[in-house]
């Protein structure tokens, strides 16, 4: 899973630096969510929120796309073998403003709830 979000560094500032993770889900439930399996995936420093969300998401991105093609070789010292793992991008989380660079959507505060796909205008 990939989380993105904003963080607001100075109190009297919007978000400012955005923050994206790597989550690691294929995983027993009582490691889940435990910081060795939660992996930063970039940090985005700014005063503003970054135009173009996809240059900065593209490194993680591309390579997970590289670890699906070829898979993700593991020793498993156990078996005494190689395996092979695909991965697969289950979620991609984030909170309001956020998501809004994620899908492309205009957020809460747009006449129409998205850019691309419906004409019809919000309340």
């Known amino acids: 899973m990939v989380s993105l979000d904003g963080a607001q560094l100075y109190e009297s500032k919007q978000s400012d630096c955005w923050i994206n993770?790597?989550?690691?889900?294929?995983l027993a439930p009582d490691k889940h969510y435990k910081k060795l399996h939660v992996c930063?995936?970039?940090f985005i420093p700014g005063l503003n929120k970054p135009k173009n969300i996809d240059s900065f998401l593209?490194?993680?991105l591309h390579h997970i796309a590289a670890l699906q093609h070829e898979?993700?070789?593991i020793w498993d010292a156990s078996e005494d073998r190689m395996f092979s793992s695909y991965l697969y991008l289950l979620f991609m989380t984030a909170d309001g403003?956020?998501?809004?660079?994620?899908?492309g959507m205009v957020?809460?505060?747009?006449?129409?709830?998205c850019r691309v796909y419906?004409?019809?205008?919000?309340?």
């Open 118 to 123: 419906c004409p019809t205008p919000g309340r």
């Open 71 to 73: 898979g993700l070789h």
């Open 97 to 103: 403003p956020s998501l809004v660079c994620w899908d």
């Open 107 to 113: 957020g809460h505060s747009g006449k129409k709830g």
């Open 58 to 60: 593209f490194i993680g």
């Open 40 to 42: 930063p995936g970039g």
């Open 21 to 26: 993770i790597w989550i690691i889900l294929n």
